[in-house]
Nanobody, 114 residues
Framework: QVQLVESGGGLVQPGGSLRLTCTASRSIVLGYFMSWYRQCPGKERELVATIGPGGYLNYVDSVKDRFTISRDKERNLYLQMNNLKPEDTAVYYC?????????WGQGTQVTVSS
C-alpha cells in the first residue's frame, strides 16, 4: 500500500501560479503512471495530467501549455500551474497506478478568484 498526500493548494488570483506537491509514503517505482485529477464544483472528477514510463506525458486540452507535471527520483509528484483561470478552481487529487493497483491522495483545494 502507498499513501499519497497532496499539498500546495490555496487561493490565487486569475493569472497567478501555484505548485502542487504529492508526497508518497514510500518510493514510487518508475513503472507507475502518476496523475493529477481534479473535481470542479458540481462536476465529475476529470484527469488533468499524467506522467509515465518512457517519457510519457499527457494533458487535458484545457490545461495544455499552462500546467506542467513532473516527478522527482523517489517520493514526489508535482503540478506547476501557471496562468490560472477561475475554471481551474477544484479539489486536486494525486493518483499512482501500476496495472490494477491504484492509490489516491485526499486532495488539496485550489481556488482561483479575484
Amino acid at each position: 500500500q502507498v499513501q499519497l498526500v497532496e499539498s500546495g493548494g490555496g487561493l490565487v488570483q486569475p493569472g497567478g501560479s501555484l505548485r502542487l506537491t504529492c508526497t508518497a509514503s514510500r518510493s514510487i517505482v518508475l513503472g507507475y503512471f502518476m496523475s493529477w485529477y481534479r473535481q470542479c464544483p458540481g462536476k465529475e472528477r476529470e484527469l488533468v495530467a499524467t506522467i509515465g514510463p518512457g517519457g510519457y506525458l499527457n494533458y487535458v486540452d484545457s490545461v495544455k501549455d499552462r500546467f506542467t507535471i513532473s516527478r522527482d527520483k523517489e517520493r514526489n509528484l508535482y503540478l506547476q500551474m501557471n496562468n490560472l483561470k477561475p475554471e481551474d478552481t477544484a479539489v486536486y487529487y494525486c493518483r499512482a497506478k501500476y496495472g490494477p493497483q491504484e492509490f489516491w491522495g485526499q486532495g488539496t483545494q485550489v481556488t482561483v478568484s479575484s
